[in-house]
């Protein structure tokens, strides 16, 4: 379970988000939000990437006290995803098996279903935007984690990788991993229900 108490974050003195209570069983869960709500902020706080006020712990691993247990439980992939310019693919996919303790052969196979095998050797600055997506959608089902965090995960895809999306987060969710997303376009996922909260007035509102 992923539980949030009393988080609060501020950027200056403008509110972004007032969070007392909030729980994230087992599920898929769709967070939306108009622009500048603080679906993305919320996203990072639960990834651990942003300092807040208050308390985030999944299964009791608090993000603070224990943080690098802690991430290694969420995995999180950004709506724009930015990397060192002078990293290859592979140094980052290197680098997430080694501190996911991550099997390298399931890693291959996301390697292949998403087709980046090609460009993983070069340079990410030499990457079109669609290329470091997909790069960044590999690293986000690296290692064991409890939960993924997709913020607008079918943004800059091609049309051939959406289905390739679905299929893992199916293949994830059966095996007991946990996702939250946020997304303007339908994510659209047969025989599994996606809950819907919504982030407004600084909230989070269960749909």
Not at 6 to 29: A, M, S, W
Not at 41 to 58: A, H, Q, R, W, Y
Request: charged share 25%; proline share 4%; net charge negative.
């Amino acid at each position: 379970m992923l539980s949030i108490k009393n988080v609060i974050k501020e950027y200056g003195t403008h509110l972004i988000l007032d969070i007392p209570r909030l729980q994230f069983e087992n599920g898929l869960f769709w967070v939306k939000g108009a622009n500048g709500s603080g679906k993305s902020t919320l996203l990072k706080i639960i990834s651990g990437m942003i300092p807040f006020d208050g308390e985030v712990n999944i299964d009791e691993v608090d993000s603070k006290n224990c943080p690098t247990d802690y991430r290694r439980l969420v995995n999180y992939v950004e709506a724009e995803p930015l990397y060192p310019s002078f990293l290859t693919g592979q140094d980052l996919i290197s680098f997430f098996i080694a501190t996911r303790m991550a099997n390298r052969e399931e890693v291959n196979t996301l390697v292949q279903k998403f087709s980046i095998g090609s460009f993983i050797k070069n340079p990410i600055g030499t990457y079109s935007s669609g290329m470091v997506k997909k790069l960044s959608l590999v690293l986000a089902f690296i290692g064991e984690p409890r939960y993924i965090l997709l913020d607008e995960p079918l943004v800059t895809i091609d049309k051939e990788s959406v289905p390739i999306l679905y299929e893992l987060v199916k293949l994830y969710f059966g095996r007991g991993v946990n996702f939250i997303f946020t997304s303007h376009q339908a994510f659209e996922l047969e025989d599994i229900a996606v809950k819907e909260l919504e982030v407004k007035d600084h909230k989070v509102w269960v749909l």
